[in-house]
């Protein structure tokens, strides 16, 4: 088990609250981990395990759950490698199941000792410890953040929020626009992967929308590789952070691109 370090009871109660998760997670997995076993070839059985894989890959280090972590990304990161790759030069979906076998038991048995044994320092506990020695970054900025995984998404605003900026955390961009609407953010923070959409798409379509397309966007992704860096740019956006980046450096990147749009 990782080691915790001091935080404050608002950190404690977000862990805590994640670590209640982990039964309900390591089901649903195992569950779609069974259905892919049981029809190999299914593109459907294998998305399904794949948005549970990508969730757990960038919420588990947020909270502490480091080794949990790591094997959601193994997985995640070897299934992005597989859709990246030219459909006649990639190996059968049964194959890749087959390949995965020994990662996703893995996989299985962190999440299981992770529901029992608890997990580290979770970044929100990072930002509280910095915050109380005194780390004050700058102006307030106004941050619309995209992220499908409610508690993630309620992980980045606390410990944005933390850092001095004012978030507004949604699930869909539906509801961005609305609050994009409401009040013009100066910067946005989309995940590349939501449910149903790209993190790309919705710059794009950003891009066609006069009165929102000079607003500066950061894109968060678990991807490691050049494919996803490079597509993301070319839909506009100013940068591209993995997930496990701090919130102090997401924070000081959110401001230096704020600062060099208002200079151009």
Not at 133 to 149: F, H, N, Q, S
Request: aromatic share 4%.
């Amino acid at each position: 088990m990782d080691q915790r370090s001091d935080s404050s009871p608002a950190t404690d109660a977000l862990v805590a609250r994640f670590r209640t998760t982990l039964p309900d997670k390591l089901r649903e997995l195992a569950l779609a981990w069974e259905r892919w076993l049981a029809a190999p070839d299914s593109i459907p059985a294998k998305e399904a395990l794949q948005l549970l894989v990508h969730r757990l890959a960038g919420s588990a280090p947020a909270y502490g759950f480091s080794d949990l972590g790591r094997h959601a990304f193994r997985v995640d990161e070897r299934l992005g490698e597989w859709d990246a790759e030219i459909a006649p030069l990639r190996i059968p979906l049964d194959a890749l199941c087959h390949e995965l076998g020994g990662s996703v038991e893995m996989l299985l048995r962190a999440l299981g000792r992770a529901a029992r044994d608890g997990g580290g320092e979770s970044r929100v506990a990072r930002v509280a410890r910095a915050a109380r020695t005194g780390d004050e970054r700058g102006a307030p900025l106004y941050v619309v953040l995209v992220e499908d995984d409610p508690q993630q998404a309620e992980q980045w605003r606390e410990s944005l929020s933390a850092q001095g900026l004012r978030v507004r955390a949604v699930l869909d961009p539906q509801a961005m626009l609305a609050e994009m609407v409401l009040e013009r953010p100066d910067i946005l923070v989309i995940d590349f992967w939501l449910a149903g959409i790209t993190g790309t798409e919705v710059s794009r379509s950003l891009l066609d929308t006069p009165e929102f397309a000079s607003v500066p966007r950061i894109c968060l992704t678990v991807d490691n590789g050049p494919l996803p860096r490079q597509v993301a740019m070319d839909a506009g956006f100013a940068a591209v952070l993995r997930k496990t980046v701090s919130p102090v450096d997401l924070a000081d990147v959110l401001r230096q691109v704020v600062a060099a749009s208002h200079r151009r």
